[in-house]
């Protein structure tokens, strides 16, 4: 592992409200970053993720906590694996639920096959679907830090939901144009 320096946040905030505690969860885990102790995350280091630690030690500040920012190293290399693990184990999780998602994807197209129901307003609802789902992909894919493993998987899944929306609105083109 080569990552030698990390960008670290510790703070502290009052046990209540525990909105705030949630709400600075939330933006720590949109980010991308991971939890290696009590309240302390860590990111690569980068312009984007100091910018983004600066907010929410402004945020706990705010809150009544305390919020330090740190660039940090490692000196034994377990603790790098360890750490680049936790990052891939993280995107992981939310490429699983992506699969998920993306067989869900190939159930509706298969089931409005099955019924016949080639219509433009199914191409409309499973274009929106499809659009979620590429968005959904690449805020995972601004995240995975360290190409977790099912990166590949994910966008080749994304790659089958194209092609099964675009046969499917082929489909219904010709059956429109049948009928005209």
């Known amino acids: 592992m080569d990552q030698a320096e990390w960008l670290t946040i510790n703070f502290t905030l009052p046990k209540e409200p525990s909105r705030t505690r949630v709400s600075v969860w939330r933006k720590l885990k949109r980010a991308g970053s ?75 197209i298969e089931k409005e096959t099955a019924k016949m129901n080639f219509t433009f307003a199914e191409i409309e609802e499973n274009e929106h679907e499809l659009e979620k789902l590429n968005i959904w992909l690449k805020r995972i894919i601004e995240r995975d830090f360290f190409n977790a493993s099912l990166q590949k998987e994910s966008r080749n899944m994304l790659d089958e939901c194209k092609e099964r929306l675009s046969n499917y609105s082929n489909k219904v083109y010709e059956l429109s144009c049948s009928i005209d």
């Open 34 to 108: 991971v939890n290696i102790g009590q309240s302390i995350w860590v990111l690569p280091p980068s312009d984007e993720h100091y910018s983004f630690f600066e907010e929410i030690a402004a945020e706990v500040e705010e809150n009544n906590g305390e919020a330090y920012i740190m660039k940090s190293y490692f000196t034994r290399e377990k603790n790098i694996k360890i750490v680049c693990e936790l990052f891939n184990e993280a995107r992981n999780e939310e490429y699983k639920e992506f699969l998920g998602k993306c067989e869900d994807f190939f159930q509706e």
